[in-house]
């Protein structure tokens, strides 16, 4: 589970870090990603993913091509701030992201190596960096979660923007201190422009009950505590499998197709330029986007889509085109400006 708390103060860091950095990257030359002459080596990942889904995918790895994988797990702002401080002497080999929007700050740092293109041609283009630096692995929606019943479930609202409206005060709830909900924010930036983003987040706290983390939001959305809120929806399913279906007292919804709020984003991973073991750190990005770990991602509890084709998504899962456009990685950017933007609102300190 991530702390939103401390996400809030590395994400601010990590900024911070890369305005003061800008200029000072370098640049390395991949290896090709041969498993198997890259047996017997070890490497290091640092990941803000899911844990229990990247210890199943490091096993499988390690099995398959006999490297060895030390993992460490942890907020993706304060892993990627650790990586700008670290630079060259980072003992990291691979960095495995939940959004663009880290990942961009290193690239824009030039700390990433461009990634084989084999392992680019494996997902869709739209789904990686346009320079190559990393490559996209899962995807995921934005969604409205509302407790059943209730009137945010019988009328849901068809976009992201009505949530900041006064029929919706004491009906809400909002966690804007995780990393998931910066792409909306960027998202209504995009749509309505600074100003319009700012009235829409006046508006939420207007409106909404603050929560730690979107698990929180998701419990009491179940609970009955709110009518609803904006989550990533994997949050739904994983409350679901917790409390099964008899004690599931909430909905998913989609915000309309074209809509701030219809936002489908992706996780990604990079190899570090300044990484010993490139030959085995190219090989985990080729698994990561190969059909085994796909396979993986899409049967786990993590309930994210799959990126390669022809590997479907978890049984129940709606469509991802049916419930979202994906964002571009150039639109996204490096989250810098939805960060300003919450924090002069005052939805984060």
Not at 213 to 225: H, I, Q, R, T
Request: hydrophobic share 45%; proline share 5%; aromatic share 6%.
């Amino acid at each position: 589970m991530r702390r939103p708390a401390q996400t809030v103060v590395a994400l601010a860091a990590l900024v911070a870090s890369s305005l003061a950095l800008a200029g000072c990257g370098s640049s390395a030359e991949s290896a090709a990603a041969d498993p198997s002459a890259a047996g017997g080596q070890s490497i290091t990942v640092y990941s803000g993913q899911h844990e229990q889904t990247v210890k199943a995918l490091t096993a499988d790895f390690e099995k398959r091509t006999g490297v060895k994988v030390e993992l460490r797990s942890g907020d993706e702002a304060e892993l990627a701030n650790q990586l700008l401080q670290e630079g060259k002497a980072s003992p990291a080999d691979v960095f495995y992201a939940e959004n663009p929007p880290a990942l961009t700050v290193l690239e824009n740092q030039s700390l990433l190596a461009p990634v084989q293109p084999d392992t680019l041609k494996a997902v869709p283009a739209a789904d990686s960096s346009p320079k190559g630096d990393w490559v996209g692995v899962s995807a995921r929606s934005a969604a409205f979660v509302a407790a059943t019943g209730k009137g945010a479930d019988t009328a849901p609202p068809t976009s992201v923007l009505d949530l900041a409206k006064p029929e919706w005060k004491g009906r809400l709830g909002v966690a804007p201190g995780e990393t998931d909900f910066a792409p909306v924010v960027t998202q209504v930036i995009k749509s309505a422009g600074v100003e319009g983003a700012k009235k829409w987040l006046a508006g939420l706290k207007a409106n909404a009950k603050i929560y730690e983390n979107n698990e929180d939001l998701s419990v009491a959305v179940n609970a009955g505590e709110v009518e609803a809120g904006v989550i990533d929806h994997y949050y739904f399913y994983r409350l679901r499998d917790e409390k099964t279906a008899a004690g599931t007292h909430a909905k998913l919804h989609y915000f309309a197709k074209g809509d701030p709020g219809a936002l489908v984003d992706v996780s990604g991973a990079a190899v570090l330029n300044g990484s010993k073991h490139q030959q085995a750190a190219q090989a985990f990005l080729a698994y990561l986007a190969s059909a085994p770990a796909q396979q993986l991602i899409a049967d786990s509890a993590s309930y994210e889509y799959p990126l390669v084709a022809g590997v479907k998504g978890k049984a129940g899962l709606a469509p991802l085109d049916s419930v979202g456009t994906l964002a571009s990685v150039a639109d996204l950017g490096d989250g810098k400006q939805a960060l300003q933007l919450l924090q002069d609102t005052g939805l984060l300190a």
